[in-house]
């Protein structure tokens, strides 16, 4: 990694990671205000049945925890990120191979593969300050907003954890696509075609037992938050599975990145 091309691209791209930060913790403390007039009922019932399934809502709440994965982490939460993602990922190469700035890149002693890395490593940093911000503001909120003592801090921790392997995963393959792809509209294109799809296979599976198979086909279907406030999710393999997607995709972009022509 290049720490000059590190800091500089930092500061390009800070304000970015700022404007998703603001707007995810805006909704998730929205969310946890609105869990201290519901606590007799539950706010999503009055949605038709496969709407429920489809969003994941059908779990129930369970506390505080319960309330906040179904209302935030299920839906609000997965959106917001993988925008994020998408659009970061591509301002890091594919937005400078277009514009033509990644030809100033290249003219310096720094190798492709420190550049990729570099880059690679400012979206990581930025997605676990981003998570790591949220964990952090969400169990102070918890604390203060919330008088009963059904917020479990614990479960709470661990779905931002497998939050952050998710979008380690999803913002693996939106790098590699930048990677691979000249123009930045063609980058976010693949990436969002591909977020889109896993997202409606996510959707569909929980819609209906016949279509199930469908979860088999998309990355979302490791991040199950409203088991994790259940307690009843395994976590080991979906932390496996996507650590795994994730490398995979980051090691394959750095190679392509280091082996292809660029039309500069």
């Not at 976010?188 to 569909?204: C, E, I, K, T």
């Not at 994790?228 to 996507?242: K, Q, R, T, V, Y």
């Amino acid at each position: 990694m290049n720490t000059a091309l590190f800091l500089s691209t930092v500061k390009r791209t800070y304000r970015l990671f700022a404007i998703f930060t603001a707007l995810i913790l805006f909704y998730l403390l929205v969310i946890m205000g609105m869990y201290t007039s519901s606590l007799e009922s539950d706010p999503f019932a009055m949605l038709p049945e496969a709407m429920r399934d489809a969003l994941g809502l059908s779990a129930g709440l369970h506390g505080m925890t319960g309330f906040i994965a179904t209302g935030f982490y299920g839906v609000t939460f997965v959106v917001f990120m993988i925008i994020l993602c998408i659009i970061a990922a591509n301002q890091l190469i594919a937005n400078l191979v277009d514009r033509g700035s990644m030809a100033y890149l290249l003219s310096t002693p720094v190798s492709r593969s420190k550049i990729a890395i570099t880059q690679a490593t400012v979206l990581l940093t930025g997605l676990f300050m981003l998570i790591s911000i949220t964990t952090a503001v969400g169990l102070i909120a918890g604390s203060i907003l919330i008088d009963q003592d059904d917020f479990n801090r614990s479960a709470f921790i661990q779905i931002n954890a497998m939050g952050f392997l998710l979008f380690f995963a999803i913002s693996g393959y939106a790098f590699f696509f930048s990677s691979i792809f000249n123009e930045a509209k063609q980058s976010l294109l693949a990436s969002g075609a591909l977020s889109v799809v896993f997202y409606m296979f996510q959707l569909l599976s929980n819609m209906s037992n016949d279509l199930k198979w469908l979860d088999r086909f998309t990355v979302l279907t490791f991040f199950k938050p409203a088991e994790i406030a259940a307690g009843s999710a395994d976590l080991l393999p979906s932390m496996i599975g996507l650590g795994m997607i994730g490398l995979l995709f980051y090691t394959s972009a750095i190679y392509v990145f280091k082996r292809r022509d660029l039309p500069l």
